[in-house]
Nanobody
């Protein structure tokens, strides 16, 4: 089992910044690809970004490229999402995900609310 706890959400004006954190406990953190997803009201959960076990490979959805940066600190069992130039359409609950190599080895945090006012 892997337990994930997100923090860092809040209310920010358009153009502002937030940094989300996700602390993992349980299994070996460094063996997991870590990702961030988000779900806006009335919409399906969507992929935002992910980072491989070493931090050497990252991938972003097009709408956040150049504004968001995902990173990880394996010594602290933590993955981050730095969000800059926030837009009202970034408003959502943001979820941390840990994805292992085996099918079914996937875990989610409880989510943290990000609200961007115009």
């Amino acid at each position: 089992q892997v337990q994930l706890v997100e923090s860092g959400g809040g209310l920010v004006q358009a153009g502002g910044s937030l940094r989300l954190s996700c602390v993992a406990s349980g299994r070996t953190f460094r063996s997991y690809t870590m990702g961030w997803f988000r779900q806006a009201p009335g919409k399906e959960r969507e992929f935002v970004a992910h980072i491989n076990w070493s931090g050497g490979s990252t991938y972003y959805t097009d709408s956040v490229k150049g504004r968001f940066t995902i990173s990880r600190d394996n010594a602290k069992n933590t993955v981050y999402l730095q969000m800059n130039s926030l837009k009202p359409e970034d408003t959502a609950v943001y979820y941390c995900n840990a994805e292992g190599a085996l099918q079914g080895d996937s875990y989610w945090g409880q989510g943290t609310q990000v609200t961007v006012s115009s």
